[in-house]
C-alpha cells in the first residue's frame, strides 16, 4: 500500500505523527490524545488560513488585520457599522491593535467614524462607498480563491468541518467573553 501524500483524506500532518505523540506521552499523563491533536491541529490550521489570506488580500495592499475589519463591517449589514469596541472584539484583535488597524483603514478612506445615533458622546467606524466595494470584492476573491483551495472537499466533508469550527469557535468566545 501506498504512503499517503501531504494533505491527502485521512493523512495526519507530519506536526503530530505518532513518534511525536509517543514521546509526549509522559508530559500529556492521562490527556486524551484527540485533545492534543484538537488544539495543535487548530493553531496550525490558523496560522496557515491567516498566512494564506494575507497573500491572497495582498494585492489589494491589505493585511489581514485590515481585511477582516473590511469583512467584518461589511457582514454587520447595513449601514455597515459599529464601535470600535465591537469591532476588536469580532476580530479577535486588541483595542491598541484595532485602533492602528482602524488608523489605516481610515487613511485609506475605506473607513470613517461618524456620530452614533443613539449616543453622541461616542462614534461608529462605517465602511465608506470605496470601503464597501473594496469589502465586497475582498470577500468574493477570498472565497473563490478558498473554494478552489479546498476543491477535494465534497459538501457533507465540509458541512462536518464548518460544524465542528463553529462549535469550537462558539466554546471559545463563551470562554473568552467571562
Known sequence: ?????????????????????ESLTPYLGERDR???DVLVLTLLAGRQLEAWISETVAVHELDTSSYFALSALWLAGPPHRMSAGDLARRIVQTSGGATKTMQRLVGRGLV???ADPDDGRR????????????????LDLVLDAFDSQIGDLDEPEREGVAAAVQRLVAELSERLSR
Open 112 to 114: 470613517r467614524r461618524v
Open 34 to 36: 484527540r485533545t492534543f
Open 123 to 138: 462614534s461608529l467606524l462605517e465602511l465608506t462607498p470605496g470601503g464597501l466595494t473594496l469589502a465586497r470584492e475582498t
Open 1 to 21: 500500500m501506498g504512503e499517503e501524500r501531504p494533505g491527502a483524506r485521512g493523512a495526519r500532518p507530519s506536526l503530530i505523527d505518532e513518534a511525536m505523540l
